[in-house]
């Protein structure tokens, strides 16, 4: 993975900040995208350097096409290619369906599907130039398994396994994997905040009694985008602590 070009979406915090540090370990030059906080963005950054790794963040609001075009034009122009896509970014509107707004509805879908759709699209035609590269899409098991009040959210994670199976088809026989992850109860501030009743409840959904950790999910990820999983394609590696076998 040394000097190859890394791009994770959603990177300045939770999962997506691990995703990052862990490529970064690798070796790889890791691009950090981010669209809230750029103080945030430039710590992560901050803490790559301090650990010997390579990186940079860029704004870019992946719901917008045209402005994941440019995101993407800008980072092939300064460094000539990308060898890996992390699709992380991703929000929640959590709401019971018959409440849920249809501004809460599309703003989830925006961002975590159509997101992940602008950068395969926008990064797709210089992999397949390099007839090389590894494409991992964070789903989750709500996309699996559904959740009550996240209608909106497991409709989004449920459509990334299909468009990682599809993008897999696509793309294969140019040397381009395309898998997904699926993460359990992870401890991040998305999970922080909720009650501990829900939290109590939610272990007890777990097989192995806890919620993960973001590093779990960024050792699935450094695997599927290694040498080692060349052969692993259109696949959902579900990080969940048994809770969808």
């Known amino acids: 993975m040394r ?26 030059f ?15 950054v901050a803490e ?51 409440r849920m707004s249809e501004e809460d509805f599309d703003r989830v879908i925006a961002i975590n599907l159509k997101g992940a759709f602008n950068c395969i699209r926008h990064v797709s035609r210089q992999m397949i130039k390099q007839r090389s590269g590894r494409i991992v899409n964070i789903s989750s098991v709500s996309g ?12 989004s994670k449920a459509g990334i396994i299909g468009l990682t199976k599809s993008a897999a088809r696509e793309l294969s026989a140019r040397g381009i994997t395309v898998n997904a992850v699926a993460p359990g109860f992870i401890d991040t501030e998305m999970t922080r905040v909720l009650s501990d009743q829900v939290k109590e409840h939610a272990v007890g959904q777990i097989p192995l009694g806890h ?3 973001p590093e779990d999910i960024a050792e699935a990820v450094a695997f599927l985008v290694s040498d080692r999983a060349g052969y692993i394609t259109g696949q959902v590696l579900s990080v969940d602590g048994g809770m969808a076998m």
């Open 144 to 155: 699996v398994m559904g959740n009550a009040g996240q209608v909106n959210y497991c409709a």
């Open 48 to 98: 790559i350097e301090a650990a010997g790794g390579k990186a940079e963040a860029i704004r870019c609001d992946v719901s917008d096409f045209h402005g994941a075009e440019a995101f993407f034009a800008e980072i092939i122009k300064k460094y000539g290619r990308v060898d890996i896509l992390v699709n992380n970014a991703g929000i929640t509107r959590d709401g019971l369906l018959m």
């Open 3 to 28: 000097e190859k070009i890394a791009v994770v979406t959603g990177a300045s915090r939770g999962i997506g900040r691990a995703i990052a540090l862990r490529l970064a370990k690798e070796g790889a």
């Open 211 to 213: 919620f993960g950790r």
């Open 30 to 44: 890791v691009i950090l995208n981010f669209n809230g906080s750029e103080e945030r963005a430039r710590e992560a």
